[in-house]
């Protein structure tokens, strides 16, 4: 969680100016998108989240039917 807040402070919050709420609302929700989706990480074994997400559901789906 440390390692999250960190990039998310360094890599968003003091990368922008937000105009307002909603300003800051799309811009987080825009790094958090990219960040999940299509950024590998290492304690994933070179995944992203989603993709991790996806090979754990499948791979409970294959258990369920064994």
């Known amino acids: 969680m440390e390692s999250f ?13 937000f105009a307002n709420l909603r300003h800051a609302r799309e811009l987080i929700a ?3 998108h990219d960040y999940n989706h299509h950024r590998p990480h ?3 074994d070179g995944l992203t989240p989603w993709e991790y997400h996806q090979r754990s559901k499948e791979d409970q789906t294959l258990n369920r039917a064994n």
């Open 5 to 17: 807040n960190g990039r998310l402070r360094d890599e968003c919050l003091n990368e922008h100016l």
């Open 30 to 32: 825009a790094w958090r």
């Open 42 to 44: 290492t304690s994933l």
